[in-house]
């Protein structure tokens, strides 16, 4: 099983709706957690940090689930730049701070 | 802002030729990383340091190495260039504190013929 896994979609979704992503990971002494966004032939940037009561940025939720070991993230009202790839990012606090990522969710936001 | 820089953005080149990767951050950032990506294969941590002079091995860090000189700069280096090793290369830097993100370079495509 890999440490942190996605599903890969692609979701291809209208605008205005709301788009939510799932991502697990393994190692129950993970620590911190992160959501990334990846345009096409561009590096990661974060979007968010995942906090353990759940947290909102504007029109994206993050969630944190400890007990089922995953992480959500939810987006309403999709603009059509919101589409990207959104990757979800592990650590423990024993690993020094090494991110492990998972493969990313292809999300397509169409007129 | 600089953050961190890689260069170069784009290279070619041939089997078995050596090169340098180069990564340098301004922003006294304890930790550095090195990344390849591949399709399908998400991210994957080739190096990572934790502070100058210590560096330890990441998920594939074969056929690479890297040092830490300085707490600015943290050079990849391919030894003998591989076809396998066709990818883009992103650099990433963070805070010491574990619970802090990674900011990312703009990367390195890398092309090995």
């Known amino acids: 099983r890999k440490e942190v896994e996605q599903d890969p979609g692609p979701f291809n979704v209208p605008e205005g709706a709301t788009v939510a992503f799932n991502c697990t990971y393994s190692?129950?002494?993970?620590?911190?957690f992160f959501w990334y966004r990846q345009d096409c032939r561009k590096e990661p940037k974060l979007l968010m940090s995942v906090y353990s009561s759940g947290n909102e940025d504007g029109r994206f939720t993050a969630q944190l689930n400890r007990a089922s070991q995953y992480i959500s993230l939810l987006i309403r009202d999709s603009k059509l730049s919101d589409s990207a790839t959104y990757l979800c990012a592990v650590n423990t606090i024993t690993s020094y701070g090494k991110l492990t990522f998972g493969q990313g969710t292809i999300l397509t936001v169409h007129p | 802002n600089a953050g961190v820089t890689q260069t170069p953005k784009f290279q070619v080149l041939k089997t078995g030729q050596s090169m340098t990767l180069q990564c340098a951050q301004d922003m006294n950032h304890e930790y550095m990383s090195w990344y390849r990506q591949d399709p399908g294969m998400g991210l994957r941590l080739i190096h990572y340091?934790?502070?100058?002079?210590?560096?330890d091995q990441g998920e594939v860090p074969n056929g690479y190495n890297v040092s830490r000189s300085t707490t600015e700069d943290f050079p990849l280096r391919l030894l003998s260039a591989a076809p396998s090793q066709t990818s883009v290369y992103f650099c990433?830097?963070?805070?010491?504190?574990?619970?802090?993100?990674?900011?990312f370079g703009d990367g390195t495509r890398l092309s090995i013929l």
């Open positions: 340091s934790v502070g100058a002079g210590i560096t």
């Open positions: 990433a830097s963070k805070p010491g504190s574990s619970n802090q993100p990674q900011h």
């Open positions: 190692n129950s002494a993970s620590q911190s």
